[in-house]
Structures are given as C-alpha cells and as structure tokens.
Nanobody, 124 residues
Framework: QVQLVESGGGSVQAGGSLRLSCKASGYISSNYCMGWFRQAPGKEREGVATIYIGSGRTVYADSGRFTISQDKATNTLYLEMNYLRPEDTAMYYC???????????????????WGQGTQVTVSS
C-alpha cells in the first residue's frame, strides 16, 4: 500500500513561484510512475508532469515553467513552479502507479494511488 501526502501549496501573485512536495510512504520501487496532476473547479483533472522513478525520465504537459524532481533517499517528489499564472490556480495532486515501462502518461486514469491534494491559488 502506498500513501501520498502533498504539501507546499498556497497563495501567490502572478509571476511568483511555489515548490510542492509529495512524501510517499509504503513501498515505492524503481518501476513506479509518479506524477503531478491538477484540477480547477469545473474542469477535468489534468496531468502536469510525470517521472519514472527508476530512470528519472520525465514527461511534461507544458515544459518550461514547471520542473518535476525526486529525492529517492526520502521518497519525496517535488514540483517546482515558476512564473505562475492565474490559470494555474487549482488543487494539485500527487499520484503513483506501478509500471513496467519508463514512459509515464499524464492520464489520470492510469494512476491508482492519490494524495489528498494541496491548493495553489495565483492572483493577478
């Protein structure tokens, strides 16, 4: 069983930065995909960035402003977000699933472990 706990959300002005953390407990092996997703009110949950634990291969929905990274020693996943925009306002979730392949999709339906989410609000 895998448990995921996000932290680091908050309110910032447009152009600001935030760093989200996701602490994983339980067994996260090298053949897991982990990712960050977000969901704004009235919208579908969408993938932001994913990473394959073993190889570190990353996939981004929109590269440039966000960076996903991991600390294997502490089983912690990070999302560095820069130049935030009001449209980035959403609940951000950490997710994980077991995968034999090192390509991690941004489709939320592929992931079966989820955290409770952390709110990010960007004001103009």
């Amino acid at each position: 069983q895998v448990q995921l706990v996000e932290s680091g959300g908050g309110s910032v002005q447009a152009g600001g930065s935030l760093r989200l953390s996701c602490k994983a407990s339980g067994y996260i092996s090298s053949n897991y995909c982990m990712g960050w997703f977000r969901q704004a009110p009235g919208k579908e949950r969408e993938g932001v960035a994913t990473i394959y634990i073993g190889s570190g291969r990353t996939v981004y929905a929109d590269s440039g402003r966000f960076t996903i990274s991991q600390d294997k020693a502490t089983n912690t996943l990070y999302l560095e977000m820069n130049y935030l925009r009001p449209e980035d306002t959403a609940m951000y979730y950490c997710a994980a699933h077991l995968s034999p392949f090192d390509f991690c999709s941004g489709s939320h339906s592929d992931y079966n472990y989820w955290g409770q989410g952390t709110q990010v609000t960007v004001s103009s």
